[in-house]
C-alpha cells in the first residue's frame, strides 16, 4: 500500500478501512509483511498525515501495533494506555483523529494474557495504577463469582473490557457517536493473541 494521501484517505470507507487492518494482521502472521521504504514513509508524510484508522490498545510491549497489524508510517493513530482503557484524554484523541484528521475506523483492541486485566482481576491497589485498574472493574464485577478468577475468567473479562471500553466511547463521545451513526466511521472491538499474533475481530 502506497503511503496515505488525503485522495487515498477519501477514498477508503469504514469497511474498506477493516478489510485492510484484517489484511495486515493475515501478513503479518504469515511473516509476508510489505516490504515498505519506511525513510521515504518519513519524507513523503513530513507535510501531512491521513491515517485511515485509530487504534486503542494496552501499552503491552508485545502488541506493537503498526507490527501487528501490517502497517507503515503515516497509516494508523495509536492510542495506547494499560488495559485499553477510556478517559477524556483518549477520547480527545479519538476525535481528533477522526473528525479532524479523517480516520474512518475505530479499533480497540485487547489482548490475551494482560497484564492490567489480571491485576483488576486480583483487585491490584498500587499508586495511580489504582485508579488505572478501576476502570477496568466494571468488566470483572459481570465475570466474577467470589472466588479467585482462572485464566479463562481473565480472558472473557479482557473481551469484556473491550466491549465496554466501546460502550464508553459511544456514551461520553456525542460527536464520534454521531459521525458512527451518520456511516462515517465504524467502531469495532478486537482481541490480539499473544501467543499467535492474530487478531480476532469481534
Known sequence: MKTLTKEIQDSINHSKALELLK??????????RINRDLNAQ???????????AVV?????????????LDQGIGDVFSVRVAGNVVNEDVLGSME???KVAGSKIIVVMGHTKCGAVTSACKHVE???IT????????AVAE??????????????????????????????????????????ISI??????????KVDFL
Open 188 to 197: 469495532v472491538g478486537a482481541i490480539y493473541s499473544v501467543d499467535t499474533g
Open 96 to 98: 481528533y483523529s477522526c
Open 42 to 52: 518519513v519524507s513523503q508524510t513530513s507535510t501531512g498525515q491521513f491515517p485511515f
Open 143 to 184: 465475570i466474577e463469582t467470589g472466588g479467585e478468577m482462572n485464566q479463562e475468567d481473565i480472558e472473557k473479562v479482557a473481551i469484556l473490557n473491550v466491549q465496554k471500553s466501546i460502550e464508553r466511547i459511544r456514551n461520553e463521545s456525542p460527536i464520534l457517536t454521531e459521525m458512527e451513526n451518520n456511516n462515517e
Open 126 to 128: 498500587l499508586g495511580n
Open 23 to 32: 489484511a495486515g494482521n493475515g501478513r503479518f502472521v504469515k511473516n509476508n
Open 56 to 68: 486503542l490498545s494496552c501499552i503491552d510491549s508485545r502488541v506493537p501495533v503498526e507490527l501487528v
Open 131 to 138: 485508579a488505572l485498574l478501576d476502570k477496568i472493574q466494571p
